[in-house]
């Protein structure tokens, strides 16, 4: 998931780094470099959830961990 992100949220990469993706638990932890790319993040994780799904042709993401 990490090494895709440029292409899964282009809109995001230059302000939020995806740092981890724990496949057990199906979280992609995000690292944005302010509050506002926290909150804008935070407001787009479910877009982020459906885009990296559909990307990777699974159900594999599930939750987006903003630090």
């Not at 895709?4 to 939020?16: G, I, Q, T, Y």
């Not at 926290?38 to 799904?53: F, G, M, P, Q, Y």
Request: with cysteine; aromatic share 4%.
């Amino acid at each position: 998931m990490c090494e895709r992100w440029a292409a899964l949220a282009p809109d995001l990469a230059d302000h939020v780094a995806a740092v981890s993706y724990d496949a057990e638990r199906g979280e992609l932890t995000l690292r944005p470099d302010s509050t506002t790319w926290a909150t804008k993040a935070r407001l787009e994780a479910s877009r982020i959830v459906a885009d990296a799904n559909r990307s990777a042709h699974t159900g594999a993401v599930r939750t987006v961990r903003v630090l």
